[in-house]
């Protein structure tokens, strides 16, 4: 028996979505990857979420969520002061500190796995050098759960970040654009607000009121026909100017 193309090209569909559908009903089928940490495959903690598998894309909300810590306790302990905490992303640590790197140190995603494990009483492999801002330090030693071991180590990876920003800003090896952030064009409203410029001074140098905060700030000018690099500099300034 013979197939003709058009009967073939129908079978190779009906495979083809008919396999498709047969994965999304058995939950094989994603479109994008899930946020959720590996486990522990074997010993006293299998099963239990592994913190070194935590990725720079999570946020505390996140993290809250699969290893239980409060999210203001995650916000105190690595110097996070936001409106909007929860959806902090924990990459954006190694451009707020960046300025340690001078020195040898960074805090950053490696920091939150770090903290994240000991908190909560995990293995974590240690054989490397981790940074801890001092405010996690104290939090994790205030638990009572540290390990001599864990608390040498520790002594020997604490830094006291207000100080090292102090020693940075007496040297002159800092901007204020790296405490606070870059704007880009996809920075949205609500990141520079979170900064620490109020959405009335940002509505002043726009000419006109802001509906939404989520909008990013190079889509708001096009759509309202204003110069993006202009308003981008005069906020950036603005930025830089912050104490």
């Not at 079978?11 to 479109?31: R, S, V």
């Not at 064009?185 to 109020?198: A, L, P, Q, V």
């Given at each position: ?73 995650l ?43 000991l908190y ?7 054989s ?27 002594e ?41 410029i ?37 906020l950036?300034?603005?930025?830089n100017?912050?104490?």
């Amino acid at each position: 028996m013979k197939l003709n193309s058009k009967i073939i090209g129908i079978i190779l569909l009906l495979l083809l979505f008919g396999g498709i559908g047969i994965a999304k009903a058995t939950n094989y089928w994603k479109t994008e990857s899930s946020k959720v940490p590996a486990t522990y495959k074997d010993g006293e903690f299998a099963g239990e979420y592994n913190p070194a598998d935590i990725r720079g894309s999570y946020t505390f909300a996140d993290i809250n969520k699969f290893f239980k810590i409060p999210i203001d306790e995650l916000a105190q302990a690595f110097g996070i002061n936001t409106s909007d905490k929860a959806s902090f992303k924990i990459n954006q640590l190694e451009t707020i500190y960046q300025y340690l790197k001078d020195n040898g140190t960074e805090i950053g995603v490696s920091s939150v796995r770090l903290f994240v494990a000991l908190y909560n009483g995990l293995p974590y492999d240690m054989s490397e050098d981790i940074y801890l801002p001092q405010t996690a330090v104290e939090i994790l030693k205030s638990k009572g759960n540290l390990t001599e071991e864990q608390i040498k180590y520790l002594e020997n990876h604490t830094v006291d970040i207000q100080n090292q920003l102090e020693n940075v800003k007496t040297e002159g090896n800092i901007t204020q654009s790296s405490l606070h952030g870059t704007i880009k064009g996809n920075t949205t409203f609500k990141e520079i607000i979170d900064w620490g410029i109020s959405k009335e001074e940002i509505e002043t140098i726009l000419g006109r009121k802001i509906s939404n905060t989520t909008l990013k700030l190079k889509d708001y000018c096009l759509e309202n026909n204003l110069d993006f690099e202009t308003i981008k500099n005069e906020l950036q300034n603005k930025l830089n100017n912050l104490k």
